[in-house]
DNA sequence: AATGTCTCCAACCGCCACGTA
DNA sequence: TTACGTGGCGGTTGGAGACAT
């Protein structure tokens, strides 16, 4: 049996809001507020709506001090620059805009924004992702033509982080290198940075307590590299290495990922500490790291590092059992620009995954 | 002028987190 | 501890207007 609904489905009315519901519920708000329940107010105001449609209303629309459109090119900047450090958490770069909300900013980003970033990938993309044409499906599953072999399901926000990232840092990033080369880590926004500093110390916490339950079966999940490849792996671990060195340690175990001492969850760890200590300086972590992008996704990989690099994991998740990891093209095509311009190259995200691995040294 | 396509954005939907009884 | 109500959030939709053919 699913959740109750909020509210009479029928009975509420729904679409645009007339300038009387409008005034309405702008002067209640304006004389009262909410009161803390936002399901009954529209009963109280008489407005045959639904609380969560009226608590939609005030705050895109009626709140005062509102901004609508022309964005400025400093909003961009932030936007963009928030986009590629936390992701789509629109209520947290909302915050840092003033006047604007939530639903401004995530509208704004997907039909202007976007666009304007990431050139033609959509196009690219499309490609990709369409169904082949009876000449392309006549071609022999081990051809080299990955083209119409791109992982479904990976995520519109991981790819569109990396693209962004590759078109702001270019080639010089070295794509996801900065795994292996931590001063080419990527520059967070300073708000971006504060808002991790939490969450990576507890992310790392809570790496350590994944790798101490999770890590004894990871290896079995890991079907894509070969005997070879994993004896030439960094520090070459062995399952539950963590488990028995530090066996219920999670902050000894938690050191020994990140090469340096683990925080507790509350101290902050800032993305500096990253790239001081380094995870060249921290093999097991590129073990642990290896071990998760090839076989496992999940809360672990989640953890891990963050949702910041959560596109990591969902890389890492795609790759198992896929044909598509084989082959690389389009390393040609890889912007080399860091314009904004519409006309900006594709980045190729095969060619990139690609990269990413190489970073582990295999 | 008619029709089709694209763009934009307000609004909706469903899920999740949190507080409370 | 659990169930429930509510707020908050991000993804998605649908309609209106702009633009192209």
């Not at 639904?50 to 400093?74: A, D, Q, V």
């Not at 693209?163 to 990527?186: E, I, K, T, V, W």
Request: glycine share 8%.
């Amino acid at each position: 049996m699913g959740r109750a609904p909020c509210c009479d489905k029928a009975s509420v009315k729904k679409g645009p809001w007339s300038p009387e519901e409008d005034a309405k519920l702008k002067a209640y708000m304006e004389e009262h507020g909410a009161g803390g329940n936002w399901i009954a107010l529209p009963h109280k105001i008489g407005l045959k709506r639904c609380g969560k449609s009226c608590r939609l209303r005030w705050l895109n629309y009626l709140r005062p001090n509102l901004k609508h459109g022309g964005f400025s090119e400093e909003e961009d900047n932030l936007i963009c620059s928030l986009y590629i450090s936390i992701g789509s958490r629109w209520s947290i770069i909302a915050a840092q805009l003033p006047g604007r909300t939530d639903n401004d900013i995530k509208n704004y980003w997907n039909t202007k924004l976007k666009k304007k970033l990431l050139g033609r990938c959509k196009d690219s993309h499309a490609r990709r992702t369409s169904p082949p044409t009876q000449e392309e499906s006549k071609e022999p599953a081990s051809g080299t033509n990955t083209t119409d072999r791109f992982p479904d399901g990976l995520s519109a926000s991981a790819l569109e982080r990396m693209q962004l990232h590759m078109q702001l840092h270019g080639p010089s990033c070295s794509s996801l290198a900065f795994f292996n080369n931590p001063a080419l880590l990527p520059k967070f926004h300073p708000l971006a940075d504060r808002i991790l500093h939490t969450q990576h110390a507890d992310a790392i916490n809570n790496a350590a307590q994944g790798v101490l339950q999770h890590f004894p079966e990871t290896y079995s999940t890991a079907t894509t590299v070969d005997a070879s490849q994993r004896a030439s792996f960094p520090s070459n671990p062995e399952p539950a290495t963590l488990a028995d060195t530090y066996p219920g340690d999670v902050d000894a175990a938690t050191s020994s990922l990140t090469g340096f001492s683990s925080p507790s969850s509350s101290t902050a760890l800032n993305v500096e500490q990253y790239s001081d200590a380094g995870f060249n300086e921290a093999p097991t972590l590129q073990a642990e790291l290896h071990d998760l992008l090839c076989g496992k996704k999940g809360s672990f990989g989640q953890q891990l590092l963050g949702d910041d690099l959560d596109f990591f994991s969902e890389f890492g998740s795609q790759r198992e059992g896929a044909a598509w990891w084989g082959d690389v093209d389009g390393f040609e095509e890889k912007s080399s620009s860091s314009s904004w311009g519409s006309s900006a190259p594709v980045i190729q995200t095969q060619a990139m995954f690609q990269e990413l691995m190489m970073g582990f040294n295999f």
